[in-house]
């Protein structure tokens, strides 16, 4: 089979940032610098490649860039409207086939040669080694001299000031510090169970049990637990 991806060729540089050059596809960020790849057929439209763009944000609900071609990237905030940018993120770690795309995919010849490609540059990037984390700040930040006046310790039954019971899911919302000594006196976001909204976008069910890069509450433990994005690989479609 003629190999017209060369693995020489399998980057491009786009305004200063390596870029893989089988387009057109989404790239969603898992966490910082590790992306998902979905290759889309050649043959498709920009709208075509534009509609499934925006129903994988809707239902992903994690950052996600469509690069149409070298000069056609459209960013597709998980939130908030799409923009056209110079150049995709700068990625480190790619996977691809894992996330599940929003219509099935028919593959072709041509995309047969793209994925490849992407899955030889899956495997050097895999034999480099090294691991990926999560967020390890949480997402926290540094809360001003005012919010630390105003959420600074415990209510009565223990729990941090800031974070109230979600009436409906019975876990906890809100911002708090947080307590663990590694994080000691950030500012955290927690998310109850309503708020996960990281959905698989083909079989529509939730990606994982909380929220994605997000944390939540363990009232059983007193602390606030962070939920990488890579646990949306654990999710599995039902049998249809
Ligand atoms: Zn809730
Ligand atoms: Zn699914």
Same mark, same amino acid.
């Given at each position: ?5 060369a ?8 305004? $200063? ?8 596809? #989404?790239?969603? %960020?898992?966490? &910082?610098?590790?992306? =998902? ?11 075509? %490649?534009? @509609?499934? !763009? ?11 860039? #469509? ?8 960013? =597709? ?14 990625c480190t770690?790619?996977? !691809?086939?894992?996330?599940?795309? !929003? &219509?099935?995919? +028919?593959?072709d @010849? ?8 992407? /899955? ?5 990037? +895999? ?5 990926? +984390?999560?967020d390890?700040?949480? $997402? ?32 906890? &919302?809100?911002? %708090?510090?947080?307590? /663990? ?15 996960n ?5 083909? %079989? ?14 363990? !009232?059983?433990? $007193? ?11 654990? =999710? ?5």
């Amino acid at each position: 089979m003629p190999q017209l991806y060369a693995q020489k060729n399998a980057f491009i540089l786009l305004n $200063g940032v390596r870029a893989f050059s089988g387009f057109p596809y #989404l790239m969603t %960020c898992i966490v &910082r610098s590790f992306y =998902h790849f979905i290759l889309l057929p050649k043959h498709w439209s920009r709208e075509t %490649c534009l @509609e499934m !763009a925006r129903l994988q944000v809707l239902r992903n609900r994690l950052d996600t860039w #469509l690069v149409f071609n070298k000069e056609y990237i459209i960013k =597709h905030p998980a939130y908030g409207p799409p923009e056209k940018v110079a150049a995709p993120p700068a990625c480190t770690i790619f996977l !691809a086939d894992r996330l599940m795309p !929003a &219509r099935e995919i +028919t593959v072709d @010849e041509d995309l047969k040669q793209r994925k490849a490609q992407l /899955n030889k540059v899956i495997e050097n990037v +895999t034999e480099q080694g090294g691991y990926v +984390t999560g967020d390890l700040n949480k $997402g926290g930040r540094r809360p001003s001299p005012k919010e630390v006046r105003k959420i600074k310790g415990l209510q009565p039954d223990r729990v941090p000031k800031g974070l109230k019971r979600c009436p409906e899911c019975g876990y906890y &919302r809100g911002e %708090c510090l947080d307590n /663990n000594p590694v994080h000691k006196g950030l500012l955290m976001k927690v998310y109850c169970r309503c708020q996960n909204d990281n959905l698989c976008a083909r %079989c529509g069910r939730l990606l994982a049990e909380f929220k994605l890069n997000a944390n939540f509450y363990e !009232a059983k433990t $007193g602390s606030i637990l962070h939920v990488p994005g890579f646990c949306c690989f654990r =999710h599995k479609c039902p049998p249809s």
